[in-house]
T-cell receptor, first 115, second 116 residues
Framework: AQTVTQSQPEMSVQEAETVTLSCTYDTSESDYYLFWYKQPPSRQMILVIRQEAYKQQNATENRFSVNFQKAAKSFSLKISDSQLGDAAMYFCAYRSGGTGNQFYFGTGTSLTVIP | GAVVSQHPSRVICKSGTSVKIECRSLDFQATTMFWYRQFPKQSLMLMATSNEGSKATYEQGVEKDKFLINHASLTLSTLTVTSAHPEDSSFYIC????????????FGSGTRLTVV
């Protein structure tokens, strides 16, 4: 099975500053997808950003961007101009290519935004 | 966008009773539904994969006779926790596969089960 590792159980950032959350994964597959999900106190899982492994260009969604290093199997999330609403648990996730495949989640990083 | 409705959001039951959790895909057909369990401050652990019209596939260590999963239609999957015990208290989340891989999953809002 694939493994996803998030080495930062907790992170904090000042409001309006930038923070980077780390994620590494282990796989022998060539076709896969990577995701960052946000889980606020409501516990609803919210998709933040996704990256197709075959794409070299890093994905970007407004204030959220990733640094995808395929050879290093690294997939970090950068949050720019942090807002209070960004405070949540963030999960990195891996999914094999194709349909109907399960996610493998990391252990999560709890992000605190300091006003 | 695609929505998965999960009910109930919270449930408290007595030890020994059974509890049913429902997940409905409101505007799409979910041929595959996944059921996760999440302990406090921990990650989501896959319990089982549910495919419409066939038996669910359970992950190693998950008791299939305790966690009954039914996926009788393309829009409804249910998880029944039978003979619940306090150690079954947890947060249960369903998710459905959308039509295209790029969109990943859509998650239900979760059910907090407390067994007393």
């Amino acid at each position: 099975a694939q493994t996803v590792t998030q080495s930062q159980p907790e992170m904090s950032v000042q409001e309006a500053e930038t923070v980077t959350l780390s994620c590494t994964y282990d796989t022998s597959e060539s076709d896969y997808y990577l995701f960052w999900y946000k889980q606020p106190p409501s516990r609803q899982m919210i998709l933040v950003i996704r990256q197709e492994a075959y794409k070299q260009q890093n994905a970007t969604e407004n204030r959220f961007s990733v640094n995808f290093q395929k050879a290093a199997k690294s997939f970090s999330l950068k949050i720019s101009d942090s807002q209070l609403g960004d405070a949540a648990m963030y999960f990195c996730a891996y999914r094999s290519g194709g349909t109907g495949n399960q996610f493998y989640f990391g252990t999560g990083t709890s992000l605190t935004v300091i006003p | 966008g695609a929505v998965v409705s999960q009910h109930p959001s919270r449930v408290i039951c007595k030890s020994g009773t059974s509890v049913k959790i429902e997940c409905r895909s409101l505007d799409f057909q979910a041929t595959t539904m996944f059921w996760y369990r999440q302990f406090p401050k921990q990650s989501l652990m896959l319990m089982a994969t549910s495919n419409e019209g066939s038996k669910a596939t359970y992950e190693q260590g998950v008791e299939k006779d305790k966690f009954l999963i039914n996926h009788a239609s393309l829009t409804l999957s249910t998880l029944t926790v039978t003979s619940a015990h306090p150690e079954d208290s947890s947060f249960y989340i369903c998710s459905a596969v959308l039509g295209t891989v790029l969109y990943g999953y859509t998650f239900g809002s979760g059910t907090r089960l407390t067994v007393v």
